[in-house]
């Protein structure tokens, strides 16, 4: 599976747009570009995943860049629910799941 | 609630001991998966299971931990003659086929 990087840490305000990054230039052209979050102490939560095109649900948008080798995580609106780690995870489809360290992302009031 | 569910949610034993966690998955789900946390760290994958096959263990999983799912529904995870190092959130997740998985809150386990 291709290795993701992320920045250990963000701040965002309240309100503002958080825009995550992740950049995978190793992916390779069946792996998906998935993201979970952990908040505090519980389960990792699924958010998004995508392959080539952009995808958005109720939780949050997924930027794939056309070269696929970076990828942007966008919650349109934080609030301080959305203080969690984000994990990036570049991974073939039907394969397990591997975590990195994520980015701890801190929504300030 | 139909998510995963895990049993129990906190647990402490005395170094030496055994202990057993219990996990029951989304219903249908055909894959079971078992990762564990530590402080600071993300999710560390265990084994995980298609039906009733375990497919695949990782080298984290010792001899004296063991995974079943003997009718391709819920899982036990046992941790044999436990040490202070298996301290640590024991997650189960599963999912129906590929990779969108599912993960329960977590069994917390202290050894002390």
């Known amino acids: 599976d291709a290795k993701t990087t992320q920045p250990p840490s963000m701040d965002c305000a309240e309100g503002r747009a958080a825009n995550l990054p992740c950049n995978h230039s190793t992916i390779s052209g069946n792996e998906y570009v998935y993201w979970y979050r952990q908040i505090h102490s519980q389960g990792p939560q699924y958010i998004i995943h995508?392959?080539?095109n952009n995808e958005t649900n109720e939780m949050a948008s997924l930027i794939i860049t056309e070269d696929r080798k970076s990828s942007t995580l966008i919650l349109p609106h934080a609030t301080l629910r959305d203080t969690a780690v984000y994990y990036c995870?570049?991974?073939?489809?039907?394969?397990?799941?591997?975590f990195g360290k994520g980015t701890r992302l801190h929504i300030l009031p | 609630d139909t998510g995963v569910s895990q049993d129990p949610r906190h647990k402490i034993t005395k170094r030496g001991q055994n202990v057993t966690f219990r996990c029951d998955p989304i219903?249908?789900?055909?894959?079971l998966y078992w990762y564990r946390q530590t402080l600071g760290q993300g999710p560390e994958f265990l084994t995980y299971?298609?039906?009733?096959?375990?497919?695949?263990k990782s080298r984290l999983l010792s001899d004296r931990f063991s995974a079943e799912r003997p009718k391709g529904s819920f899982s036990t995870l046992e941790i044999q003659r436990t040490e202070q190092g298996d301290s640590a959130m024991y997650l189960c997740?599963?999912?129906?086929?590929?990779?969108?998985?599912?993960f329960g809150e977590g069994s917390w386990l202290t050894v002390v």
């Open positions: 299971f298609q039906n009733e096959a375990q497919l695949e």
């Open positions: 995870i570049a991974v073939n489809r039907d394969d397990k799941i591997i």
């Open positions: 995508g392959l080539k």
């Open positions: 997740a599963s999912s129906l086929e590929v990779n969108t998985i599912y």
């Open positions: 219903s249908e789900h055909n894959r």
